[in-house]
């Protein structure tokens, strides 16, 4: 599997008959749907390109407004392992942290961010509990770190809320938002 799809529906029922045509239309497997703030069904979808494709024309085809949709392919083994909250181990001396203004978005920065520079992906966090933002959290050297982030910046445009880039971060702060130790 080395495509990932993602849609943002704008609504949970929406997204119910959203996700039943992208699983009906292509062979590819759910990752998850989950309800993020607003009301909004983010929809992970992986497979072959052209099924992933395919399912995200389904997607289209419902007639529904969608918030969001990516096919990143191939997609990073980073952005992989975040989604299923298995992260990166910590690396270098600085923390970014990006916010994007809603989760589909967010998850497209981070994979362009971890194939632009040799950074972790140290925590990705999508809509729930953040009004449907999502933001996530870079670790490596600063230099690294700085091209990652402006790399994420340029790919989200105006949909970047904020980015920091922090060189050599307190321990608390890595540890409260990475849940690790630098």
Same mark, same amino acid.
């Given at each position: ?9 704008? !609504?949970?029922?929406?997204g119910?008959?959203?996700?039943d045509?992208?699983?009906?239309a ?10 993020? +703030? ?5 929809i ?26 990516y096919?990143?392919?191939?997609? !990073?083994? *980073?952005? *992989?392992?975040?989604?299923?909250? *298995?992260? !990166?181990p910590?690396g /270098?001396?600085?923390?970014a942290?990006?916010? +994007? ?12 961010a $971890?194939?632009?520079?040799?950074? !972790?992906?140290?925590r990705?966090?999508?809509g729930?509990?953040?009004? /449907?933002?999502?933001y996530f #959290?870079l670790?490596?050297? #600063?230099?690294?770190?700085?091209e990652?982030? *402006?790399a994420?910046?340029?790919?989200? /445009?105006k949909?970047?809320q904020?980015? $920091? $880039? ?11 938002f ?5």
């Amino acid at each position: 599997m080395d495509t990932l799809g993602i849609v943002d529906s704008r !609504s949970i029922a929406a997204g119910a008959e959203i996700t039943d045509a992208m699983l009906k239309a292509a062979p590819v497997t759910l990752v998850r749907a989950s309800v993020i +703030c607003a009301g909004r069904l983010l929809i992970l979808v992986e497979g072959d390109r052209e099924a992933v494709e395919t399912a995200l024309r389904a997607a289209e085809g419902t007639g529904f407004h969608l918030a969001g949709k990516y096919a990143i392919s191939p997609v !990073s083994q *980073q952005v *992989q392992a975040a989604l299923r909250r *298995q992260p !990166s181990p910590m690396g /270098g001396r600085a923390m970014a942290v990006i916010e +994007c203004r809603n989760a589909a978005d967010g998850i497209m920065a981070a994979d362009t961010a $971890v194939k632009k520079a040799d950074v !972790s992906l140290m925590r990705l966090v999508m809509g729930q509990g953040i009004g /449907g933002k999502s933001y996530f #959290v870079l670790t490596g050297d #600063v230099a690294a770190v700085r091209e990652a982030a *402006q790399a994420a910046a340029d790919a989200l /445009g105006k949909s970047l809320q904020q980015m $920091v $880039v922090i060189p050599q971060p307190d321990a608390e702060l890595v540890k409260a938002f990475t849940g690790a130790a630098l």
